[in-house]
């Protein structure tokens, strides 16, 4: 694991069990907010150990000590979203957690999505405080992964609700979910901690397929999962296909099993080379990447928690083709993007208009990277998280009110 270096536990510095249940790191959305966010907690002097599964990267982060669960047995690879690998993971962290609470004097635990109710169990038996870092409802993500598990939606809706009730306050990724929680929170402590654009601009080493692609260049970027549309994307870019010959797709990322399903279904489009599969590509040339497109496009049609990628397309000052759905329109409007309704027809329209009119990509581009430059920075985001810490209840110091520095159950 990853040490720490030792600091000054001052009155306003906080030791921070923080619990991320996935693999990290990982180059996509969740683990890229965890990272900005424990790099934004150790700049402002805390003191972190971080828990997550047992795959992805080492990362070094100064005063950041990065821990491991287990491999539990049977698991190969976690996939993204609700799975029994991930439930056989999230029982490895159940107890390691439990067991650095039990060894080490935490003033708060931080828990992203599921890892609030491993964070309700150390507060039931160790009295630690905790908060609810909210980056989606996963009462509605079992749902959109599979409709069989409607039935129990309702116990992990209620579990969501209750460990609202309990936290100290909850930081959410949209305004969606500020609602939802302030809905269920007894004091309103709420606030809103959006993700930040990453544009890494290394552009090392990037498949030829996406530097040599020539013709009005259309770009989508991130996983192939179902909930991203991007069976509408393809619907809708082989009508633009027909009308539009110099357009060329470029679908960046994706697993080989997805890449492979949707190359299928794409079929004469990807043997004209009217749509390519890139695959994968490092999130540090994530900057040049986009730097390539001349129209980006999210096509998202489930969820309500707003694409990480969005800001990054908006940062890199190329026009926007999104879904006029709340996990867009939260963040996005008419003058920084073209919002179409999810049809195949609309967003064909959408990039059409695109297509015909340079001076309107620029226009609609230039809005989007004043925009996110104004509202989404790094130095807000980290002025949003130091905000909401300095308010918890309690803070300074928090469990270390009690002068033997031991934790006594509060009531549950």
């Known amino acids: 694991m990853t040490r720490h270096n030792d600091l000054d536990n001052g009155a306003d510095r906080l030791k921070i069990l923080f619990l991320a249940p996935q693999p990290f790191f990982t180059n996509r959305g969740t683990p890229i907010a965890v990272r900005a966010a424990l790099q934004a907690l150790a700049a402002q002097g805390h003191t972190v150990d971080v828990l997550s599964y047992h795959e992805g990267e080492d990362v070094q982060i100064e005063s950041v000590t990065h821990h491991r669960t287990k491999r539990p047995p049977l698991v190969k690879r976690v996939p993204i979203g609700p799975s029994w690998q991930k439930a056989l993971c999230d029982l490895a ?56 598990l409607t039935p129990i939606a309702w116990l992990f809706g209620w579990m969501e609700k209750r460990t609202v009730k309990r936290s100290q306050g909850v930081l959410a990724v949209c305004p969606a979910l500020v609602d939802e929680a302030m809905r269920h929170h007894p004091t309103g402590n709420v606030a809103l901690l959006p993700d930040i654009p990453f544009t890494g601009s290394d552009s090392d080493g990037l498949p030829d397929a996406l530097t040599q692609a020539t013709g009005i260049r259309l770009m989508y970027v991130g996983n192939l999962e179902t909930y991203q549309g991007i069976d509408l994307m393809l619907d809708a870019f082989a009508l633009v296909a027909e009308k539009h010959n110099d357009a060329v797709l470029l679908i960046v990322g994706g697993s080989a099993e997805h890449i492979e399903h949707y190359q299928a279904k794409a079929g004469p489009l990807c043997e004209q080379g009217r749509a390519v599969f890139i695959g994968p590509v490092p999130i540090d040339s994530l900057g040049a990447v986009l730097g390539y497109a001349d129209i980006l496009i999210s096509p998202r049609t489930q969820g309500n928690n707003t694409p990480m990628k969005v800001y990054s397309y908006l940062q890199s000052g190329k026009p926007v083709v999104a879904t006029r759905l709340p996990t867009h329109t939260q963040v996005m409007d008419d003058q920084v993007s073209i919002l179409v309704e999810p049809e195949a027809k609309a967003m064909a329209d959408g990039l059409s208009q695109l297509i015909a009119s340079p001076d309107k990509r620029q226009k609609i581009g230039h809005s989007g990277r004043d925009y996110v430059q104004r509202e989404f920075s790094e130095q807000r985001f980290r002025q949003r998280l130091s905000d909401f810490y300095s308010k918890l209840p309690g803070h300074p110091g928090l469990s270390r009110s009690n002068p033997n520095g031991d934790h006594r159950p509060n009531a549950a």
């Open 93 to 148: 962290m159940t107890t390691k957690a439990v067991s650095m609470a039990r060894r080490n004097s935490y003033d708060v635990v931080h828990a992203v999505e599921e890892s609030a109710f491993i964070a309700w169990l150390i507060r039931k038996l160790f009295g630690v405080p905790y908060i609810f870092d909210m980056d989606s409802l996963m009462s509605l993500q079992i749902v959109e992964k599979n409709k069989l």
